[in-house]
């Protein structure tokens, strides 16, 4: 996050997208009254508007926008102006046809929705940065916009375009990575495999459509590249805006939650002077408040510093198979557990649901019935909750366990041809992660390479199957100054071009973890084994198993039955000054957890206070006080040791708090 451009915005924003060009201007009145009502400080406005902004190439009409503009200053909100770059116009692509995606099968996409253009098109990089720039240079001085919003959800739809343009801006790419030495790639990609040797850079293409399995490292670099070609979009559009108005703050709404993992956002973050994030909770996930968690520490961690939860939902979402509402009190313990986790700012998409268009059945923070409605009771609720936190703002983590986080390690897991098509980064990060999250523990995460990690008791590394030589050497220095590292199967298995490290698994492990393995024996789906030594009585395993000896380290827990019974299957090494454990197989669950316990407590790390189950407990530093959020999950209340004051009441507490029924209680900790 930039130290020179700031949110000029007290307290934790509240707000959400802002469409008025939707709905008639007489409209526009009853939300600036309904806003004041609801407590909103900002709103993102003009995110899809590039059609009525410049209705031919060239012309263009601000009248609306000033309008709104002063309406929002008039009534004290302020503005988060977004150029309208998601969605170009009707005209350009009838003059730019070229410019529209094509996909991995070779079929050129139309236009009609949203983000349908090729991120390396040179029509639509002009076209979006001549908008950009008007809009710079037209309210650089406005005194409504605090921020500027570049684009909306870089990569949702359109992160990877298969044309010849998009094959041309590839190779360059290429070139520049491997300093125009063809050979070096051809090594790097392994191409004596298969017949696959490039003899000139005019033969590569993008890993379109074979009849056989691609080329892992061919796919591998062609992830990478497309999240650098879209961070091009990105930070071109942001210098615009930089040199027009250099004192407002520039943001993206990344997208960390389920279902996205196109871009690689260590690279992205430093880019932004404001870390914002896009949250949805998925329907069919039971424990949708872990995710809420686990996104929240990792943008937070991205950000290095409190960030802004720029979209999430008062209820159901338009774009699932079937769109849950939320229960009673749901809104306000994710919106809660953001703030918990970082958040400086909650917004919604959007403010007023949409009578027509394609997210029509979105929730808003207006609904559909008006203020005779549930949501919007709560909405207000929410806006009364967030004034009352407003000294949180600012303060940060007290984590002393990180989780090493990937995008490159993600994407070559779940490449095709693995020893198992089952494997899912995210949900191996999520299983380790749990644990920690139902006992209370702070959890930061980190790139494999972060140079900070001694302020960290306890390092895990659940799935790390891509490493290089460098971070390979970081997590073992780790180690070796007192640190203990707990690493997941399968972890260290490759190099940074995807090419197997030979002598036997965990490969860049072996050493700090003191175990040698000769090969892998993944689990069929519904298969499991059973696991004996010091574990909970019938410990069971699923998904993964590997043949590993000793080489230093112990066995803690060994295969039951199955094809390695008497085969350890959880160690532990002595290393240096510190503790590396391997875990050599999935747990179920309650075994996981008994292990992360065991882990945990050996490497000193408490958590940050004892609650029954069901209860999320999380604290936020600040420079004078702590604030303790404790947020009920599982609907029965409960009292928590604590003293201070309860923020949202503004209640006295001593020697305990007392946390509702599916409510909250937040408790400033003087120090």
Request: proline content about 6%; aromatic content about 10%; hydrophobic content about 40%.
């Amino acid at each position: 996050m930039s130290t020179e451009r700031r949110l000029r915005l007290p307290g934790i924003a509240y707000g959400g997208d802002y469409n008025p060009e939707q709905w008639p201007e007489e409209v526009w009145a009853e939300d600036m009254r309904l806003m004041r009502e609801a407590g909103v400080t900002m709103v993102s406005v003009g995110i899809f508007s590039w059609a009525l902004l410049e209705p031919a190439e060239g012309e263009y009409d601000f009248s609306r926008m000033d309008k709104i503009l002063a309406l929002l200053h008039e009534n004290g909100i302020a503005a988060d102006l977004a150029t309208p770059t998601a969605a170009p116009p009707a005209w350009f692509f009838r003059a730019h046809s070229e410019a529209l995606p094509v996909d991995k099968d070779g079929r050129r996409l139309s236009y009609g929705s949203r983000q349908t253009f090729c991120p390396s098109s040179p029509a639509y990089r002009t076209a979006a940065l001549r908008i950009a720039g008007e809009m710079g240079r037209r309210y650089a001085d406005h005194p409504a916009v605090v921020m500027w919003h570049v684009h909306n959800e870089y990569g949702c739809h359109n992160v990877e375009c298969y044309c010849d343009e998009s094959a041309a801006a590839f190779r360059r790419w290429l070139r520049a990575k491997y300093r125009d030495d063809l050979n070096a790639l051809n090594h790097a990609w392994g191409t004596t495999f298969w017949s696959q040797w490039y003899f000139a850079w005019d033969e590569i293409l993008p890993p379109r459509v074979t009849g056989a399995a691609p080329n892992p490292t061919h796919q591998l670099d062609w992830r990478r590249f497309c999240s650098d070609e879209v961070l091009s979009l990105y930070t071109a559009e942001r210098d615009v805006l930089r040199r027009a108005a250099p004192g407002i703050p520039a943001t993206t709404n990344f997208m960390v939650n389920f279902s996205i993992e196109a871009l690689d956002y260590w690279r992205w973050a430093p880019e932004l002077d404001i870390v914002s994030n896009d949250h949805y909770l998925r329907s069919t996930d039971p424990e949708s408040e872990i995710d809420v968690a686990l996104c929240g520490d990792l943008v937070r961690s991205m950000a290095g510093s409190p960030w802004l939860l720029m979209e999430h939902s008062t209820g159901a979402v338009n774009w699932q198979p079937v769109n849950r509402s939320k229960r009673p009190g749901e809104m306000r313990r994710n919106a809660l557990a953001h703030v918990a986790h970082g958040a400086d700012g909650i917004l919604f998409f959007q403010w007023r649901a949409a009578k027509a268009g394609a997210e029509q059945w979105h929730s808003a923070m207006l609904p559909h019935a008006g203020t005779d409605s549930r949501i919007w009771q709560d909405v207000v609720l929410l806006g009364a909750d967030l004034r009352s936190l407003a000294e949180v703002r600012g303060s940060t983590s007290t984590a002393q366990v990180a989780i090493v986080w990937d995008w490159d390690a993600r994407w070559a897991l779940e490449l095709p041809s693995q020893p198992s098509a089952e494997l899912r980064y995210e949900d191996l990060v999520r299983d380790w992660y749990r644990p920690l999250w139902r006992a209370g523990v702070a959890v930061d995460f980190v790139r494999p390479d972060a140079s900070d990690l001694d302020r960290y008791k306890l390092l895990l590394a659940p799935s790390l199957y891509l490493v290089d030589d460098t971070s390979a050497a970081n997590l073992t220095g780790f180690v070796e100054r007192g640190g203990t590292l707990a690493v997941g199967f399968h972890s260290g298995a490759v190099d940074e071009n995807c090419h197997v490290r030979t002598g036997g698994y965990p490969g860049a492990f072996r050493e700090v973890l003191g175990v040698h393995g000769d090969e892998l024996f993944p689990l069929l789906p519904g298969q499991s084994v059973g696991l004996t030594g010091e574990v909970p009585q019938d410990a069971r395993a699923d998904l993964w198993t590997e043949r590993i000896r000793l080489t230093g380290a112990k066995a803690v827990a060994a295969y039951a039955d199955g094809p390695l019974a008497g085969v350890p299957a959880v160690t532990r090494h002595t290393y240096g000054d510190g503790t590396a454990w391997y875990v050599a197989t999935r747990p179920a669950p309650e075994t996981l957890a008994a292990l992360m316990e065991r882990i945990r407590q050996e490497s000193g790390v408490r958590p940050e206070c004892e609650a029954p189950a069901g209860i999320e407990v999380v604290r936020r530093r600040g420079t004078d006080a702590d604030y303790l959020f404790l947020i009920d999950h599982a609907g029965q209340g409960a009292e928590i040791p604590a003293d201070g004051v309860e923020l949202l009441t503004g209640k006295q507490v001593i020697g305990s708090v007392t946390v509702p029924a599916g409510g909250a209680a937040v408790v400033r900790e003087p120090r």
